[in-house]
């Protein structure tokens, strides 16, 4: 695909998507450039290295300046951990710590698995699906989710 083609077609797919398909892609794109940084950091390529990381971290800085509509202790929360996959993304660059990009790309991860889950959430109650109650609780594989740490 020509580049022409690949910035028409990436072009549409922003113009006509959602919020929440928006912040999906945003998403993708941090984990992408991310991996990106990580990927430069094994093969010691430095250009790769800042490249991947400073789009991942602008990605998140917009992602953590991004005010959606919702309850003020839930935005704070989401908020600090952006800001702390911010300094894992800055420290990882910066110290050429692996152990610190595999981090902020578990969590970047992690955040997208949990926004797939809110998108499907949030499309069942449009179509008017019954609330979730302990009879009838959401269908997560939990069996392949991992348990979230933010420690070191």
């Known amino acids: 695909m020509s580049t022409d083609t ?11 998507a959602s919020p929440e398909q928006l912040r999906l892609m945003l998403l993708d794109g941090a984990i992408r450039f991310a991996r990106q940084g990580r990927e430069g950091l094994v093969s010691k390529n430095h250009e790769s ?31 600090g951990l952006y800001t702390f996959i911010y300094m894992q993304l800055v420290d990882a660059s910066f110290e050429r710590d692996l ?27 449009r179509r008017g699906a019954a609330p979730e109650s302990p009879t009838n609780p959401p269908a997560v594989d939990t069996a392949r989710r991992p348990t979230l740490s933010i420690q070191g």
């Open 6 to 16: 690949a910035t028409a077609y990436l072009r549409t797919q922003v113009t006509t």
């Open 99 to 125: 152990g610190k990009a595999d981090k902020a790309i578990e969590l970047l991860e992690y955040e997208r698995e949990t926004w797939v889950l809110a998108m499907q959430r949030a499309a069942e109650l």
């Open 49 to 79: 290295v800042y490249e991947g990381f400073q789009r991942s971290r602008n990605i998140v800085l917009e992602l953590t300046n991004t005010k959606p509509d919702i309850d003020p202790t839930l935005r704070s929360r989401i908020n």
